[in-house]
């Protein structure tokens, strides 16, 4: 069964910045795309940003590009979000999810992680 686990959210204040880590506890995690998807209570989930299974196809949605950066270490199963210059808008949980190919459609990905909170105060 592979499962995800999201981690490094809290709270920062506008301007700062934050580290998001998704790790996989899958032997095969070089052969997923991976991606991260952001949600407020009551909305849909938005997309952030993904990455190829070997790193070298990124999207980033407008929103965050030029702010924020996606990339992976499959040496450790792990893939980060780098978030900088952070507004309060960002404020959500943040999903990291997995499949076989890139898209920015929550229904394109098979495997989710549990969800990690950001808040970003003003």
């Known amino acids: 069964q592979v499962q995800l686990v999201a981690s490094g959210g809290g709270l920062v204040q506008a301007r700062g910045s934050l580290r998001l880590s998704c790790e996989m506890s899958?032997?095969?995690?070089?052969?997923?795309?991976i991606v991260w998807f952001r949600q407020a209570p009551a909305t849909e989930r938005e997309f952030v940003a993904t990455?190829?299974?070997?790193?070298?196809?990124?999207y980033h949605a407008n929103s965050v590009k030029g702010r924020f950066t996606i990339y992976r270490d499959n040496a450790k199963n792990t893939v980060y979000l780098q978030m900088d210059s952070l507004k309060p808008e960002d404020t959500d949980v943040y999903y990291c999810?997995?499949?076989?190919?890139?898209?920015?459609?929550?229904?394109?990905?098979?495997?989710w992680g549990q969800g990690t909170q950001v808040n970003v105060s003003s």
């Open positions: 999810a997995a499949g076989l190919n890139v898209g920015s459609m929550s229904w394109e990905y098979e495997y």
């Open positions: 899958d032997r095969t995690f070089s052969s997923y795309v």
């Open positions: 990455i190829s299974w070997n790193g070298g196809r990124t």
